[in-house]
């Protein structure tokens, strides 16, 4: 495996800190981990700890960093400055080598650690040394049914400058790209055609038309029975769709019904991203426990941790 791909380091002071090893010693030569392996997370309180056992080697490593705010993700769109954590004793790497293969919640999120397997080698880290993580967001859509690559608008490869509705929400991300309040998803189906709905045949699809009648009142306006259907805590239902005429037309596509009242509110952008955690450690020593090798590593890149973030509501900008 390339060095870039399998971190290797070097025993301080070579074999000279090898003279206390007996000849069955397991010697370690190399950390079978890099960018590309999924961590898995479990914590207590304001106690992390990230971790994986890799079952062909039985290869366990960990690390124990302490912030009350880490679970992977970030509001808003713009992604956090990388958290720099510095190694000591509430933050710590861990690595084993163990005598058979392991689940890694169990060995690792249990109160009471599991007896078995056995640790063979164990190395634990010094104070010195600095863990980066970075976060970022490797996949988001907001399933609107319009493709991410059809919400580029002006097609210049960068989906974030296409917001359509100026909320500061992107149209790939914005599950109603005109703020009507009638969701993208419901303004892009037509039941007479293929093609996407153009009601008042002004060049502007319905899905970014806020007056899609163009009767001169805005489409979300003409929820006239908002407030009517006000939740307890007097929250309107915001829903343009329910307020028809007698043929079932509704008033947002009616242009002869122009009654309005203001509705200054909008239906929450709810969507799915996945964040990514990179987790690189630098200038970091570690001790072997019970034994006398010492392990220096100018560059650890441990891994990352991924997590689902489902019915996550973005606001506006």
């Known amino acids: ?3 870039s791909r399998k971190i290797l380091f070097f025993l301080v002071g070579c074999i000279c800190l090898l003279n206390s090893c007996d000849d069955g010693d397991i010697v370690v030569s190399n950390f079978n981990f890099d960018e590309e392996t999924s961590l898995s997370l479990c914590g207590d309180n304001d106690m992390n700890l990230l971790y994986t056992i890799d079952q062909e080697t039985n290869e366990a490593i960990s690390f124990q960093f302490s912030d009350d705010n880490f679970d992977g993700r970030f509001q808003g769109l713009d992604a956090p400055e990388p958290i ?6 509430s933050n710590k790497l861990t690595y084993r080598i163990l005598s058979e293969p392991a689940d890694g919640a169990q060995y690792f999120c249990q109160d009471v650690p599991p007896s078995s397997p056995d640790v063979e080698q164990e190395f634990v880290s010094t104070s010195g040394g600095t863990a980066i993580l970075s976060i970022s967001v490797t996949e988001q859509d907001d399933d609107d049914g319009i493709p991410a690559a059809q919400e580029d608008l002006n097609n210049n490869g960068n989906l974030f400058d296409d917001d359509t509705d100026g909320d500061g929400i992107p149209n790939f991300i914005d599950t109603d790209d005109d703020n009507d309040n009638v969701p993208t998803s419901v303004e892009i189906i037509n039941n007479e055609g293929d093609e996407i709905p153009d009601t008042d045949e002004d060049g502007t699809l319905d899905y970014l038309d806020p ?6 009142v805005l489409t979300r306006n003409e929820d006239l029975n908002a407030f009517e259907n006000a939740d307890d805590n007097g929250n309107p239902v915001l829903n343009p769709q ?8 509704p008033n947002y596509l009616n242009p002869q019904a122009t009654e309005s009242i203001n509705i200054d509110q909008f239906r929450p952008n709810v969507i799915s991203r996945t964040f990514r955690t990179q987790i690189v450690i630098r200038n970091v020593t570690l001790e072997q426990v019970n034994g006398d090798q010492t ?14 973030s489902n019915e996550e509501e973005v606001p506006m900008q």
Do not use: K, V
Not at 84 to 89: A, K
Not at 242 to 249: E, H, K, Q, S, V
């Open 242 to 249: 329910d307020d028809t005429n007698a043929d079932g037309l």
């Open 1 to 3: 495996m390339e060095l």
């Open 211 to 216: 007056d899609d009648d163009d009767d001169g």
């Open 295 to 308: 392990i220096t590593l100018e560059e650890l890149r441990l891994g990352f941790y991924e997590i689902t």
């Open 84 to 89: 720099s954590i510095d190694m000591g004793s």
